[in-house]
C-alpha cells in the first residue's frame, strides 16, 4: 500500500527538495516539531554512541509529530496510510587525540566565520571526515524503520586559498559542518565516498528502502 501523505519533520529546504526527488510534492507537508531542542553529543566518546545518539534525536522528532497527529485526527482509516520522516546529520571529524568530534551548525554569535575557519584548517584540509543522517520514519500505528547512512568527505589540501572568499559568501551559516556541498562548498571538495544526498541531508536511497520496510502488503 502506498502512502497518501509524507510528512517531513524539518524545517530544512534541502531535505524538503531531496524528498521530492522521491516523493510527489503534493503528497508532501512539512511538519516541524514544535520544540527544537536536541540532544548534544559531549559525552560520547565513539562512534557507537554517536550513531546511537543521532537515531535517538532522530527518534524525538518524529515521536512529536506522531504525538501531535493522534491527538489531532481520529480517523484510524488515514492513519496508517501517513508516514512521518525524521531525520539528523552531523558532520564527524577527527579530534586532536584521535577521538571522533561532532560538528554542528556554526554559532550565531559574530565570531562564526573564525569559527568556521578552524574547522577548515584543524579538521577539513587534506583530511576525510564523515558526514552522517540518521533517518527514523514511523507511522501514526507504529510501525517503524530506521538507520544511520555515513558518506566519506575528503578535503583538498588547499583549502586557504578560497577560504576568505567562501566565509565572504555566508553560505557556512545554518550547515552542519559549516559548509554546503550542493553549493560553493563543493569547491574544496576532492573525494566523496558514499551517498551525495546524504551529505546534503537526506539519504533518498536508504530512504526508498525504509518505505519499502513500513509498507503494508
Known amino acids: 500500500m502506498s502512502f497518501r501523505r509524507y510528512l517531513l519533520a524539518s524545517r530544512s529546504p534541502r531535505r524538503l527538495e531531496l524528498l521530492q526527488l522521491v516523493v510527489h510534492p503534493e503528497l508532501i507537508a512539512v511538519m516541524p516539531p514544535q520544540s527544537s531542542a536536541e540532544a548534544g553529543f559531549d559525552d560520547c566518546v565513539d562512534l557507537a554512541a554517536i550513531r546511537q545518539r543521532m537515531l535517538e534525536i532522530a527518534r524525538h522528532k518524529a515521536s512529536q509529530i506522531r504525538l501531535q497527529l493522534n491527538q489531532e485526527e481520529s480517523s484510524l482509516f488515514e492513519r496508517p496510510r501517513t508516514l512521518i520522516i525524521a531525520a539528523d546529520t552531523a558532520v564527524i571529524v577527527q579530534g ?3 577521538e571522533p568530534l561532532v560538528l554542528g551548525q556554526p554559532p550565531e554569535t559574530d565570531d562564526w566565520r573564525e569559527v ?3 574547522w577548515f584548517l584543524d579538521f577539513y584540509a587534506g583530511k576525510t571526515h564523515l558526514t552522517a543522517t540518521a533517518v527514523h520514519v514511523i507511522t501514526p500505528d507504529g510501525r517503524s524503520a530506521e538507520r544511520v547512512v555515513e558518506t566519506r568527505v575528503t578535503f583538498h ?4 586559498r578560497w577560504l576568505n572568499w567562501y566565509l565572504l559568501t555566508g553560505e557556512s551559516r ?6 554546503a556541498l550542493q553549493g ?4 574544496f571538495v576532492d573525494r566523496v565516498e558514499g551517498s551525495l544526498s546524504n551529505v546534503v541531508g537526506l539519504p533518498v536511497e536508504a530512504l526508498l528502502e525504509l518505505f519499502a520496510e513500513v509498507s503494508l502488503k
Open 157 to 160: 589540501q588547499d583549502v586557504s
Open 96 to 98: 586532536p587525540q584521535g
Open 174 to 179: 545554518g550547515k552542519a559542518g559549516g559548509y
Open 184 to 187: 560553493a562548498g563543493s569547491l
Open 116 to 118: 568556521v575557519r578552524g
